[in-house]
């Protein structure tokens, strides 16, 4: 099992920034440091979940909508994924969740963390 818990949601103006934080955990650590594939997707009210951005295999991939405002990272050694968010409008509203794919194929989600971006 691999635990994730994001962190770092709030509520911004337009044109602000925020940084989510993801922490990765679980009682196998082959689980949650051979892992597979470490991403962001966020709903937005109404439609589909939706890709942010992510590590895929040995790829970076981001999407359309936040690709050049929105960059991730990821520090190996604390088990950590972040999402540094710039020049948020309000079309950026959203539940924001971590995805992790572990060394064995299981897929985890997150509980998300809310980002409301509004005057």
């Known amino acids: 099992q691999v635990q994730l818990v994001e962190s770092g949601g709030g509520w911004v103006q337009p044109g602000g920034s925020l940084k989510l934080s993801c922490e990765a955990s679980?009682?196998?650590?082959?689980?949650?440091?051979?892992?597979?594939?470490m991403a962001w997707y966020r709903q937005i009210p109404g439609k589909e979940r939706e890709l942010v951005g992510g590590?895929?295999?040995?790829?970076?991939d981001y999407g359309e909508a936040v690709r050049y405002r929105f960059t991730v990272s990821r520090d190996g050694a604390r088990n950590m994924m972040y999402l540094q968010m710039n020049d948020l409008g309000p079309e950026d509203t959203a539940v924001y969740y971590c995805?992790?794919?572990?060394?064995?194929?299981?897929?985890?989600w997150g509980r998300g963390t809310q980002v409301t971006v509004s005057m």
């Open positions: 995805y992790f794919v572990a060394g064995n194929g299981a897929e985890y």
């Open positions: 679980g009682d196998s650590i082959f689980a949650v440091k051979a892992y597979r594939s």
């Open positions: 590590f895929f295999g040995g790829a970076t």
